[in-house]
């Protein structure tokens, strides 16, 4: 998972000639863990200063009313203006693609960015929607009952990327 961090801090400096316009949006819960991460490498391995936010997508999603019976809201903290900013959205993984359409709609209601591009740790595949990934650390093919598990040393006492079989959710 560390190579993998250092090469989306790498691949996300190196489009432009300057990173002063770069800034990094991890999703709640493990987006904000990996985005955390990355920054730290571009902090301390490239030298270079990028501001991080966190988003919180709940009441942007398109299911919220029928899925969801008591959200949970978790925080939305993004410390600088959006205007102009290119910036990179991080998650753990990219599924049906309706996660990151909340999230760009809500980036929308906080200001303009100049660009959006997405980043995760897995893509499972199975979209309902035109989004792709413009970094992804794994492709993993699933069944749509499977279920992809990132565990985060920090929140889960180790790194790994785990595919669970229905019969063991």
């Known amino acids: 998972m560390n190579r993998t ?4 801090a790498h691949q996300f ?26 920054r ?4 301390n391995e490239l030298d270079a200063d990028v501001p991080m936010g966190m988003l919180d997508v709940t009441f942007y999603r398109d299911d919220f009313r029928t899925k969801m019976k008591m959200p949970e809201v978790k925080v939305t ?23 990151v359409r909340a999230a760009m709609e809500a980036l929308m209601s906080f200001g303009r960015p100049r660009s959006i591009r997405f980043c995760c740790m897995v893509d499972r595949g199975h979209r309902e929607m035109p989004i792709s990934a413009d970094y992804v650390g794994l492709n993993v093919p699933t069944h ?26």
């Open 40 to 43: 730290d490498i571009l902090a």
């Open 144 to 169: 749509k009952a499977e279920e992809i598990r990132v565990h985060l040393r920090e929140l889960d006492g180790d790194d790994g990327v785990y595919v669970i079989q229905p019969d063991t959710l």
């Open 13 to 38: 400096i190196e489009p432009y000639d300057s990173h002063e316009n770069l800034a990094i949006i991890g999703m709640q819960t493990r987006g904000v863990y990996i985005a955390r991460r990355i």
């Open 5 to 8: 961090l250092r090469r989306f």
């Open 77 to 99: 903290e993004i410390p600088f203006d959006l205007d102009q900013k290119d910036i990179v959205l991080v998650d753990d993984v990219l599924y049906t693609g309706r996660t």
